[in-house]
C-alpha cells in the first residue's frame, strides 16, 4: 500500500532559482496538505486543498511561494525565485476527509545556497 | 543576531519502563487531537487520535489521555523500547478550523539500554 509520495528527496539549488516540489497523495484522500519544518519554527501549514480546491493558504510565506493541485494524484509547491531562508524540510501529507489523521510523505530536504 | 532553533524538551527512560510525554495546548475550540512519531529523514507517522467527546483512548502499548478542563493530552507508552526513540508531536484540530492541524514543538524520547 503506497503512501504519500514525494520526489524529490533532496533538492540543492542556487538562490534565485526555481524550485518545484511534487506530491502524490494517497489514492482517495481528497484532502492534501503542505508543511514546512524547521528548527527556528517546527512544522508548519503552508496551504491546503479539499477536492483539489485550496482551501486555506495563508500560512504561505510570500509571493513566492506558489502551490497547485491539477487533479487529485498530483499536488505542487513551487518556489520562484528561492532565498536562503526557504531551506527547510518540506512535507505533503492527505487525509481522507475533516476529523481523519494525515498521512505524511519523507519530505523534501530543501537547500538553497 | 545569532539565530536560535527551537529547543526541544527531552525524555529519556530505560528500556522496559514507560514513557510519559505530556502535551499543553490552548484552543478550546479543539475537538480532536493526533498524537505523531518521527523518525530522523522521515515524516511523522501517526500514532494514535482522540476526539473531544472522549478522555482516554487506547492502542497498542500506547494510551492517550485528554483533560479539556486544563488544556492538556498524554501520551503514556508502555514497556518502551529502543525503536521508541524519536521526537513525538501533538497535533490539534479547531472545530472551525476545517481540515487542518496545528502541530505542537515536539518532544525527543531517548530510550536507553
Known amino acids: 500500500d503506497a503512501g504519500v509520495i514525494q520526489s524529490p528527496r533532496h533538492e540543492v539549488t542556487e538562490m534565485g532559482q526555481e524550485v518545484t516540489l511534487r506530491c502524490k497523495p494517497i489514492?482517495?484522500?481528497?484532502?492534501l496538505f503542505w508543511y514546512r519544518q524547521t528548527m527556528m519554527r517546527g512544522l508548519e501549514l503552508l496551504i491546503y486543498?479539499?477536492?483539489?480546491?485550496?482551501?486555506?493558504d495563508s500560512g504561505m510565506p510570500e509571493d513566492r511561494f506558489s502551490a497547485k493541485m491539477p487533479n487529485a494524484s498530483f499536488s505542487t509547491l513551487k518556489i520562484q525565485p528561492s532565498e536562503p531562508r526557504d531551506s527547510a524540510v518540506y512535507f505533503c501529507?492527505?487525509?481522507?476527509?475533516?476529523?481523519?489523521?494525515?498521512?505524511f510523505g519523507n519530505g523534501t530536504r530543501l537547500t538553497v545556497t | 543576531g545569532e539565530s536560535v532553533g527551537l529547543h526541544l524538551p527531552t525524555l529519556s527512560v530505560q528500556e522496559g519502563d514507560n514513557s510519559i510525554i505530556n502535551c499543553a495546548y490552548s484552543?478550546?475550540?479543539?475537538?480532536?487531537f493526533i498524537w505523531y512519531k518521527q523518525e530522523s529523514g522521515k515524516g511523522p507517522q501517526f500514532i494514535i487520535d482522540?476526539?473531544?467527546?472522549?478522555d482516554k483512548r487506547q492502542g497498542q502499548r500506547v494510551t492517550v489521555l485528554l483533560n479539556k478542563t486544563v488544556k492538556h493530552l498524554s501520551l503514556q507508552i508502555a514497556a518502551t523500547q529502543p525503536g521508541d526513540s524519536a521526537v513525538y508531536f501533538c497535533?490539534?484540530?479547531?472545530?472551525?478550523?476545517?481540515?487542518?492541524?496545528?502541530f505542537g514543538t515536539g518532544t525527543q524520547l531517548k530510550v536507553e539500554l
Open positions: 486543498f479539499n477536492n483539489n480546491v485550496p482551501i486555506d
Open positions: 497535533a490539534e484540530k479547531s472545530s472551525g478550523g476545517g481540515n487542518k492541524l496545528t
Open positions: 501529507a492527505s487525509s481522507p476527509g475533516t476529523g481523519s489523521p494525515l498521512h
Open positions: 484552543n478550546s475550540a479543539s475537538d480532536y
Open positions: 482522540i476526539r473531544s467527546n472522549m
Open positions: 489514492s482517495g484522500h481528497n484532502s
